[in-house]
């Protein structure tokens, strides 16, 4: 029973967050190489939350955009007529608007 209640104990502690300085001189704030994503403020790493008991000074990763993800490949529906919108201006068909302002012909 006492080794449950200290496990216990043990996992609560591991779980609370560390009171800790902030580092002296500028961090990187955004995501460290230990998985950490660091802050002002602190850090939460997969381990647990470190605060700092004073604001950390630091410069904000540079921004890498994500790779641009290919282009789905597009489907024609080959017969597939269209046979125009409904909206609250007026109806979009396939010869052109008609709206408030009257009829817009489409060119071909």
């Keep these: 029973?006492?080794?449950?209640?200290?496990?216990?104990?043990?996992?609560?502690?591991?779980?609370?967050?560390?009171?800790?300085?902030?580092?002296?001189?500028?961090?990187?704030?955004?995501?460290?190489?230990?998985?950490?994503?660091?802050g002002p403020s602190g850090k939460?790493?997969?381990?647990?939350?470190?605060q700092f008991t004073s604001a950390a000074q630091g410069v904000p990763q540079p921004f890498q955009p994500a790779p641009p993800r290919p282009a789905a490949p597009h489907h024609a529906q080959a017969g597939a007529a269209f046979t125009g919108l409904v909206g609250p201006s007026g109806v979009i068909g396939p010869s052109g608007l008609v709206g408030p302002s009257g009829p817009v012909a489409f060119g071909k």
């Design 1 to 38: 029973m006492r080794i449950l209640v200290l496990v216990a104990i043990v996992g609560v502690c591991s779980a609370a967050p560390q009171f800790v300085p902030a580092p002296p001189g500028l961090l990187e704030f955004g995501v460290d190489a230990e998985g950490c994503t660091v």
């Design 44 to 50: 939460v790493c997969p381990s647990g939350p470190v």
